[in-house]
């Protein structure tokens, strides 16, 4: 009888510690997709700020047009293996560049 009750004890044990185990695993794969989200478009800043120093440069046209011709095979080409390295990977949006850079050289947004 006694060996009974431990032995239940145990295997509830070991299943109460495998799903907290599980949980702990669900929040810590939430808080780091969140916070790749949030960190992607602070990361963009400097994407954006290159693109001015090559605008102020002399080279929006040239950025304009590689942007519009490479940008889409690009876009296309897997980043990373998961979600997460794709996110950390992941560059600014291609349409808000240009319109950044349009703006710049000084035509229309």
């Known amino acids: 009888m006694v060996r009974a009750i431990v032995y239940w004890g145990v295997f509830l044990g070991m299943g109460l510690l495998w799903l907290l185990a599980y949980a702990v695993r669900a929040v810590t794969a939430a808080v780091i997709q969140l916070t790749c989200a949030l960190a992607a478009p602070v990361a963009w800043l400097g994407e954006y700020e290159a693109d001015r120093t090559a605008a102020k440069l002399g080279f929006g046209p040239a950025l304009y047009d590689a942007l519009t011709t ?7 080409a897997q980043t990373g293996p998961t979600r997460t390295a794709q996110m950390w990977a992941s560059p600014p949006p291609v349409a808000s560049r240009l319109r950044r850079i349009r703006s710049m050289m000084g035509g229309p947004e």
């Open 70 to 76: 490479e940008a889409p095979a690009a876009s296309r």
